[in-house]
């Protein structure tokens, strides 16, 4: 196993995040703050505000040492942001911004709730949105804004994201956020991704081992339902692979031992290859389109993979929907030993990727049930109804068009 010293003795690794793409950049072999430094230097910036989570700024030092290191070029800090983004609590730190006469770069420091709020705050910033009214007219793209500007202007700020969970929004523009009245969610998409994200597997043991995990699960259904996509492309499928490979076997050692930055870091490599394979616009199932609605009852993205993923695999195995993909998925799932390990008392033959992928989850101690999130049979019905409106429950293999059949897989999991 790589020791702390190990991982960083070989100096940064700096290169684009995608090949494809000249942001984000992505740095890793530096502790988080050097990282900083070099990165501010290269920006030439010399007024930063950071944002970080509450948890990382009150029970370690880690907001400290990223503020000594850069050396009174920070000019403004924001600590403690709240889950599913609240439109109201950016609008405190953007009018804090510019009290502060400007600043030349943003750095978020934590979870994607952090991640998401700095690319929301400089999006709202560059398009002069100061309010809840104007920071209403970004949202909308994908989803219909009626109230959407004409001219959106893309955000000049840059953005270093320091991420500490395997949530993946430090690559990609988009940013979720939760209106203030009305308490729905809302995508922003800024068209611009985040300008640098800073791996560090070290400042990761700080993070809550069910939440790093968790989050690892929902990289992993970006893979998954990417590579069991009837409409996948080349592209897709070959980053999916490439981040399968990396965080199934990653995860299963870092449960075993919390303490293995090689293995950390193998996730966070990872999530940047299932990144890049929703980037490149292969469309999802029913994992994500049932997982988006349990959000707004409390529970976490990762978990609702964590319980739905394997469920909904079953559930196209039975309509023998996508059989050729599925069994490729299981095959690349078995070469690893630690995988083959936890089902090595079953017969291969009769094993189907969900059952796989149940093994997996149960031993990273995960949920897999709807009672263990607390969600009662009460909820079933309207889970089912809201479902229904996601644009990826008709693009799952076997595309859902009626409440039974989002029912069934619900029925799976209720527990």
């Known amino acids: 196993m790589m020791s702390d010293s190990d991982f960083f003795s070989h100096g940064e690794t700096y290169r684009r995040a995608y090949t494809d793409q000249a942001l984000p950049m992505m740095s890793y072999g530096l502790r988080f703050q050097d990282a900083c430094v070099q990165a501010v230097k290269r ?17 370690s030092n880690s907001l400290t040492a990223l503020k000594e290191a850069l050396d009174g070029r920070v000019v403004g800090e924001h600590v403690g942001v709240s889950a599913h983004t609240p439109i109201s609590e950016r609008l405190e730190i953007i009018g804090a911004i510019r009290k502060l006469d400007g600043v030349d770069c943003l750095i978020t420091l934590g979870g994607g709730s952090v991640t998401d709020a700095g690319k929301l705050i400089r999006f709202a910033l560059a ?48 940013a979720g956020a939760t209106e203030t009245v009305s308490r729905a969610k809302r995508t922003f998409e800024p068209k611009v991704n985040p300008t640098l994200t800073i791996q560090d597997p070290e400042l990761c043991l700080l993070t809550p081992q069910w939440l790093w995990l968790s989050s690892g699960i929902r990289a992993v259904d970006h893979c998954v339902e990417t590579l069991c996509s009837l ?6 499928d070959e980053e999916a692979r490439k981040g399968l490979a990396r965080l199934v076997p990653g995860l299963l050692r870092c449960k075993q031992n919390a303490n293995d930055i090689e293995a950390r870091h193998l996730c966070q490599l990872g999530v940047v290859e299932a990144m890049s394979a929703v980037s490149s616009g292969v469309p999802l199932g029913a994992s994500h389109a049932i997982g988006h609605q349990l959000g707004p009852l409390g529970v976490g993205h990762g978990e609702t993979s964590c319980i739905l993923l394997p469920a909904v ?22 070469r ?27 031993k990273l101690g995960m949920p897999r049930s709807l009672k263990e ?31 039974s059949q989002v029912m069934e897989v619900l029925e799976m999991v209720i527990g």
């Open 43 to 59: 920006l030439d910036a010399t007024r930063v505000y950071v944002l970080s989570s509450r948890s990382l700024a009150t029970s």
């Open 231 to 236: 409409q996948s492309n080349t592209k897709g």
């Open 373 to 403: 999130v607390d969600v009662g049979r009460d909820k079933l019905d309207m889970l089912a109804t809201n479902s229904l409106h996601d644009l990826w429950i008709k693009t799952n293999a076997v595309p859902m068009t009626e409440k």
């Open 127 to 174: 398009n002069e949105a100061y309010t809840d009214d104007e920071v209403n007219t970004l949202w909308g793209g994908h989803s219909h804004n009626p109230r959407q500007r004409e001219q959106i202007i893309p955000p000049t700020i840059p953005l270093l994201c320091i991420p500490t969970s395997l949530s993946g929004g430090e690559y990609q523009s988009i």
């Open 313 to 334: 695999c079953k559930y196209n195995a039975a309509q023998n929907a996508n059989n050729e993909r599925r069994k490729a998925v299981l095959d690349l799932l078995l």
């Open 336 to 362: 690893d030993e630690t995988v083959r390990d936890l089902v090595k008392s079953d017969d291969l033959a009769e094993l189907d990727l969900g059952d796989v992928l149940d093994r997996v989850i149960r």
